[in-house]
């Protein structure tokens, strides 16, 4: 196996590691050692294996039980930072791009890749160069903006959270008006700038926010 590169298969399905070992199988330069179906197997494998036996990269399913890819790859990367992990999925999910590439990802490829792309991508990371397509690059992009971005809670009034929470218990602008001692026009005027500055539609969208950001009950805090 001299100056192949090795590889160890982290996923939970036993037909993707088969058809992803068929794949390595047709690439001289390439070498599978070892396959896990989760990232505690996997980091159990590598316990065990000598230093010289163990893989250059790892590909990583996302998704998977006991351990997912973001945490296998986190620990591998900690505890062996010559592996180089190539995070492999089913789904483009911008924030879990971004966790990924946190994590010490050296790649994030999409299980439609073709054979060669797939192995293209493997001996890239062998030689650490990230490559990522033009979708996995706006995905990873668009979730580092998302993730930047100002909360828009920052940007409401006292005021405003109070009408919001009222909102979010089903009062109407009558009620928030006589709970809060202010005018119905003026409730109706922080109704607006609420939608406005949250860019939702309607009161239902503008209650199911306050349940998200995890204000329900916590008037008082």
């Given at each position: 196996?001299?100056?192949?590169?090795?590889?160890?298969?982290?996923?939970?399905?036993?037909?993707?590691?088969a058809?992803?070992?068929?794949?390595?199988?047709?690439?001289?330069?390439?070498?599978?050692?070892?396959?896990?179906?989760?990232?505690?197997?996997?980091?159990?494998?590598?316990?065990?294996?000598?230093?010289?036996?163990?893989?250059?990269?790892?590909?990583?399913?996302?998704?998977?039980?006991?351990?997912?890819?973001?945490?296998?790859?986190?620990?591998?990367?900690?505890?062996?930072?010559?592996?180089?992990?190539?995070?492999?999925?089913?789904?483009?999910?911008e924030?879990?791009?971004?966790?990924?590439?946190?994590?010490?990802?050296?790649?994030?490829?999409?299980?439609?890749?073709?054979?060669?792309?797939?192995?293209?991508?493997?001996?890239?990371?062998?030689?650490?160069?990230?490559?990522?397509?033009?979708?996995?690059?706006?995905?990873?992009?668009r979730?580092?903006?998302?993730?930047?971005?100002?909360?828009?809670?920052?940007?409401?009034?006292?005021?405003?959270?109070?009408?919001?929470?009222?909102?979010?218990?089903?009062?109407?602008?009558?009620?928030?008006?006589?709970?809060?001692?202010?005018?119905?026009?003026?409730?109706?005027?922080?109704?607006?700038?609420?939608?406005?500055?949250c860019?939702?539609?309607?009161?239902?969208?503008l209650?199911?926010?306050?349940?998200?950001?995890g204000?329900?009950g916590?008037?008082?805090?």
């Open positions: 196996m001299s100056g192949q590169v090795k590889v160890m298969i982290v996923d939970d399905h036993d037909m993707v590691r058809g992803l070992k068929t794949y390595m199988a047709l690439e001289p330069e390439l070498a599978v050692v070892a396959e896990a179906g989760n990232g505690k197997e996997a980091l159990r494998l590598l316990a065990d294996m000598a230093p010289e036996a163990r893989p250059d990269v790892m590909l990583v399913d996302l998704m998977m039980p006991v351990m997912d890819g973001i945490e296998t790859t986190r620990e591998v990367t900690g505890l062996y930072p010559d592996i180089r992990v190539v995070m492999l999925t089913s789904f483009l999910e924030a879990k791009v971004v966790q990924a590439v946190e994590a010490g990802a050296m790649n994030y490829v999409l299980k439609t890749v073709s054979s060669d792309q797939l192995v293209a991508t493997v001996l890239s990371a062998a030689r650490g160069v990230p490559v990522m397509n033009s979708e996995v690059s706006l995905a990873l992009t979730g580092l903006r998302q993730r930047n971005a100002p909360d828009e809670a920052d940007d409401l009034t006292a005021r405003e959270k109070e009408v919001l929470l009222l909102i979010a218990e089903g009062k109407t602008n009558k009620e928030i008006s006589e709970t809060l001692h202010i005018s119905i026009k003026t409730v109706k005027t922080h109704v607006s700038n609420l939608l406005m500055k860019e939702l539609e309607d009161r239902t969208q209650a199911i926010f306050a349940h998200r950001k204000w329900i916590k008037q008082g805090s």
